[in-house]
């Protein structure tokens, strides 16, 4: 069984562009959420998708945006960007929605994003 | 919000020393989950633990979580270099659809 995808692995943007990332979760995984981690702030949640739903986002401001598609595939967006942007973005994804029930999580290789 | 405290930051041993990680949570935890990312990686799931004082082993490593459900720790015995790595903890919200992590402890084990 394939694992989590996420492309591009690796990319650099300049300050004021936008990117967009995306991550394929593990066959039959129809939750999938995202993480940003840098040195200084650790992993932090972005958002979470069941169904194609956002249940759930993180503290983060309204330039990064997601979705979920109905392969389960997910997106995320990051508007105008800056210097801070700079971060390692991982996606997981979940079987089930609920972690509480003893569900894994799986994590992506993440995508590398660089601004400058 | 939820917060998750983690320490050491940082921690050398040499191989074949103990190692011991400590995580703390603001709020009641319902559930925890421990995870390692070896440099350059990704997060990889451990273990979780739900109950109250829950003692969990995986060969040389050994997870508790207290008996307020506030707080855990990981204990690996006699390091190995295949240990380096950040283990991180992370406390599920009530919805179970959001993971707060700890800042992470950075292992370094010299052979």
Redesign the interface.
């Known amino acids: 069984k394939a694992g989590v995808t996420q492309t591009p692995r690796y990319l650099i943007k300049t300050r004021g562009q936008q990117v967009t990332l995306s991550c394929s979760p593990i066959s039959g995984h129809r939750s999938v959420s995202w993480y940003q981690q840098t040195p200084g702030q650790g992993l932090q949640f972005l958002f979470e998708y069941f169904s194609e739903t956002q249940r759930n986002k993180g503290n983060f401001p309204g330039r990064f945006s997601g979705r979920q598609f109905s392969n389960s595939r997910s997106e995320m967006n990051v508007s105008t960007l800056e210097l801070g942007d700079s971060a390692l973005y991982l996606c997981a994804s979940s079987s089930q929605p609920d972690l509480k029930a003893g569900n894994t999580i799986y994590f992506g290789e993440g995508s590398w994003l660089t601004v400058v | 919000?939820q917060q998750v405290m983690q320490i050491p930051q940082y921690q050398h041993v040499q191989e074949g020393e103990d190692f011991t990680t400590y995580c703390n949570s603001s709020t009641t935890l319902?559930?925890i989950?421990w995870y390692k990312q070896r440099p350059g990686?990704?997060?990889?799931?451990l273990i979780?633990l739900?109950k109250s004082g829950e003692v969990k082993k995986q060969k040389r490593l050994t997870f508790q979580f207290g008996e307020a459900k506030k707080n855990s720790s990981l204990h690996i015995t006699a390091t190995q270099t295949t240990d380096v790595g950040t283990y991180?903890c992370?406390g599920?919200?009530n919805?179970?659809?959001?993971?707060?992590?700890?800042?992470?402890t950075r292992l370094m084990v010299k052979p």
């Not at chain 2, 990686?41 to 799931?45: E, K, R, T």
């Open positions: 919000g319902s559930n989950q990686g990704h997060p990889v799931f979780q739900v991180f992370a599920i919200n919805a179970g659809n959001m993971l707060t992590f700890g800042g992470g």
